[in-house]
């Protein structure tokens, strides 16, 4: 009798990181320089993924991205977008320090989220644009400008015809009093355009709110103004799964294990946001986001060619072009998709009550997913002892937090080999929100060290030619960054 093959969940991996995680010694030699847990961040893949928005947006329009810098703390990627020329997106005050400390010119800054007035008043006379949230900020910058010192501004909306109600953004019901605004305060608010983020894959969605956009922007003529912007934003997805058809089997089997078939697979009873009901499976899951095949690149090329009714069928990158508009958009996860890993040990195996088996890692649940999430994608084990074959064996990943809740894994993860204390699990792209939204202090643990790996073949590096150093510490001189192949056009690529 053949055994059944367990369910796995895939990752897509960079192949960059990939031969960092196959080079014998590197991932250990990473731990014991600079401790474990560590999380690990890659400039040169954050590079890559740049240059393939740029091959994407270089079709003739003149275009910006803004790093959104709220994805991840590290001055490494905030180094390395610096000195590509592209522009950074920050929504704090700590977020514009760092932008500025990583050697951005307050032109190539974007302030974005919500504002409050302390905030505002240290924006005022920077040379920052902001990205108006509502018309209290937009007024407020108008109030605090002087005279003659006109702030750069975009306005961002919501509200687009089929899209969910949004806590950010001016409605459009009151963009009235947005021309308003503009127009009689011209003199210190320099207007750029209009701008919106909208968090879905839904194409839809997105092409909705440029085709509104442009017909605000019309208006905006008529009223005297000239902007020359539209800002389509982020959200832009990433890839997880390395193999969809295996992402959809998992999915299933966990379904039927929530009806009691099959091999349990759920920790406590979670049902990740399914809800039972007359012997079925119903909802949304929590992680339906790694379910996505579409890439960034792709997902941005669609929205530029989509051709637009109102505009005789022309696409919105022909339409930009023409008008000399500016597309903006503020690319977060797209530009560390892949780039990130987060290390921890095993500290032991233990197996519970009903014969689970937990493998309690020196990391936290908070410190590898943000709160409300589960990682859909399945670690690697990097044994001390890769002979040691003790077949496949389903185990849920346990962290160090003396709290029922720790969990990093309520799904059951199949490994190759039953792991033992002292190896290495890697999660595979955590770059995005994952090692910093949730991030705690709980029982008085340090966070992750950040560490930033760059590989450099045939020079003084080490195992795999591989060179870690902190990721405060990395600078991108001798990082080869793709660069647009069209010619510049005014501002910021």
Not at 307 to 315: F, I, K, M, Y
Not at 326 to 338: F, I, S, T, Y
């Amino acid at each position: 009798m053949t055994a059944r093959t367990p369910p796995r969940l895939p990752a897509k991996i960079d192949p960059l990181v990939r031969a960092f995680l196959a080079a014998p010694g590197a991932a250990q030699a990473a731990l014991d320089t600079y401790s474990s847990p560590a999380h690990l961040v890659f400039p040169q893949v954050f590079a890559e993924n740049l240059g393939r928005l740029r091959a994407v947006l270089d079709r003739g329009m003149p275009y910006r991205i803004c790093y959104a810098h709220k994805v991840n703390h590290s001055r490494a990627f905030a180094r390395t977008a610096e000195r590509a020329g592209i522009a950074i997106d920050v929504a704090s005050r700590a977020e514009l320090a760092g932008a500025l400390g990583a050697g951005f010119d307050p032109s190539r800054v974007e302030v974005t989220g919500p504002k409050g007035e302390g905030f505002l008043r240290d924006l005022i006379g920077t040379g920052v644009t902001v990205n108006a949230d509502n018309i209290w900020e937009l007024t407020r910058i108008a109030d605090l400008a002087e005279a003659g010192a006109r702030v750069p501004v975009l306005v961002r909306l919501s509200g687009f015809a089929g899209t969910p109600v949004s806590r950010f953004g001016i409605p459009l019901r009151q963009v009235d009093e947005v021309f308003e605004v503009l127009t009689a305060r011209r003199d210190r608010i320099a207007f750029r355009g209009f701008a919106f983020h909208i968090d879905s894959g839904e194409p839809g969605e997105r092409l909705r709110a440029v085709e509104a956009c442009l017909e605000l922007t019309e208006r905006a003529y008529a009223h005297g103004l000239a902007p020359t912007v539209i800002d389509i934003g982020g959200g832009f997805r990433q890839v997880f799964t390395d193999d969809a058809d295996a992402f959809d089997a998992y999915v299933l089997a966990l379904r039927e294990s929530l009806l009691g078939r099959g091999e349990p697979m759920a920790w406590g009873g979670n049902t990740f946001g399914f809800h039972l009901d007359g012997g079925a499976v119903h909802g949304t899951p929590v992680f339906h986001k790694y379910a996505n095949t579409v890439p960034a690149d792709r997902m941005l090329a669609d929205l530029l060619d989509a051709g637009l009714d109102a505009h005789g069928g022309r696409s919105f990158a022909q339409l930009a072009a023409e008008n000399l508009l500016e597309v903006w958009l503020e690319p977060g996860k797209a530009l560390v998709d892949h780039a990130g890993i987060t290390l921890a040990r095993v500290e032991f195996v233990k197996e519970t009550a009903d014969g689970s088996v937990l493998v309690n890692l020196d990391i936290s649940r908070d410190t590898v997913t943000p709160a409300d999430q589960e990682v859909m994608v399945d670690p690697l084990l990097l044994p001390e002892n890769p002979h040691a074959n003790s077949g496949a064996t389903g185990v849920f990943l346990a962290g160090r937090l003396c709290l029922e809740r720790d969990l990093i894994t309520n799904h059951k993860v199949w490994f190759a080999q039953r792991p033992q204390s002292g190896d290495i699990v890697a999660f595979p792209n955590t770059a995005a929100y994952h090692m910093d939204l949730s991030a705690a202090r709980a029982s008085m643990h340090t966070l992750p060290p950040k560490l930033a790996v760059v590989h450099r073949p045939g020079k003084s590096a080490g195992p795999g030619g591989f060179e870690i150093c902190h990721d405060a510490e990395y600078e991108p001189e001798n990082l080869a960054v793709p660069r647009p192949s069209s010619p510049e056009w005014h501002g910021v690529r």
